[in-house]
C-alpha cells in the first residue's frame, strides 16, 4: 500500500513532473495530483504524492519539508485525504 504525502505552498508554476522527478530522489513515485478547483479549474497551491514505500515517504518528508521548491518553502507531511 503506497504512502500519500500532502505537499503544500506549491508555485503556481509547478507540474506534476517537477514534483515526481523531486520525490522520486527518495524512491518511487507513483503519482502526483495538483489538486485544482473542481468548478474553475485553478490550482489549489498543493499536491498529492504517492510514495510506494512508507520508509521513502518518511525520507522525503525529512529531506524536503520547509525547504525552497521552486521559489517557495514547500511543507511536506503524511496526507490525511485519498487520492481519487
Same mark, same amino acid.
Do not use: P, Y
Given at each position: 500500500?503506497?504512502?500519500?504525502?500532502?505537499?503544500?505552498?506549491?508555485?503556481?508554476?509547478? %507540474?506534476?513532473?517537477?514534483?515526481?522527478?523531486?520525490?522520486?530522489?527518495f524512491? &518511487?513515485? !507513483?503519482?502526483?495530483? @495538483? *489538486?485544482?478547483?473542481?468548478?474553475?479549474?485553478?490550482?489549489?497551491g498543493?499536491?498529492l504524492?504517492?510514495m510506494s514505500?512508507? %520508509?521513502?515517504?518518511?525520507?522525503?518528508?525529512?529531506?524536503?519539508?520547509?525547504? &525552497?521548491? !521552486?521559489?517557495?518553502? @514547500? *511543507?511536506?507531511?503524511?496526507?490525511?485525504?485519498?487520492?481519487?
Amino acid at each position: 500500500m503506497s504512502t500519500i504525502l500532502h505537499v503544500g505552498n506549491i508555485s503556481s508554476a509547478t %507540474e506534476e513532473n517537477d514534483l515526481k522527478t523531486t520525490f522520486g530522489r527518495f524512491g &518511487q513515485v !507513483e503519482t502526483v495530483e @495538483i *489538486a485544482r478547483d473542481s468548478v474553475t479549474g485553478r490550482r489549489k497551491g498543493f499536491a498529492l504524492a504517492a510514495m510506494s514505500r512508507d %520508509e521513502d515517504a518518511a525520507t522525503a518528508i525529512g529531506r524536503l519539508n520547509f525547504t &525552497q521548491f !521552486e521559489g517557495r518553502i @514547500i *511543507a511536506v507531511s503524511r496526507s490525511r485525504e485519498s487520492m481519487q
